[in-house]
């Protein structure tokens, strides 16, 4: 059973800055392409940004490039999704998720590309 933890949302104020964490147990990290996605209230879920399995590689959405960075250790089974530049908009639930299938710059932005989720942590940006 893979399961998946986050850890490291709380308030902020804007301009500010929080790291997320997602540990990951139960499966082959290394395998996995990991992404984060976030949901704010009476919206969809988004895609928020993936890495590769183990070269890198790294796609964001077109809201948080420049700001947001993503990246893993797969000696420690985690990733890490680092925002800087806080926005009262980026206030959502934000999850971690993995996925089996291969790294693929369309696939790896589609919720349904992800089997194993996370229970999810609230970010809250004041303005």
């Known amino acids: 059973q893979v399961q998946l933890v986050e850890s490291g949302g709380g308030l902020v104020q804007a301009g500010g800055s929080l790291r997320l964490s997602c540990a990951v147990s139960?499966?082959?990290?290394?395998?996995?392409?990991m992404g984060w996605f976030r949901q704010a209230p009476e919206k969809e879920r988004e895609f928020v940004a993936a890495?590769?399995?183990?070269?890198?590689?790294?796609i964001y959405a077109d809201s948080v490039k420049g700001r947001f960075t993503i990246s893993r250790d797969n000696a420690k089974n985690t990733v890490y999704l680092q925002m800087n530049s806080l926005k009262p908009e980026d206030t959502a639930v934000y999850y971690c998720?993995?996925?089996?299938?291969?790294?693929?710059?369309?696939?790896?932005?589609?919720?349904?590309?992800?089997?194993?989720w996370g229970q999810g942590t609230q970010v809250t940006v004041s303005s």
């Open positions: 139960g499966g082959t990290f290394s395998t996995y392409v």
């Open positions: 998720a993995a996925s089996a299938l291969s790294w693929d710059y369309r696939r790896s932005t589609y919720s349904l590309s992800y089997s194993y």
């Open positions: 890495i590769r399995e183990s070269y890198g590689s790294t």
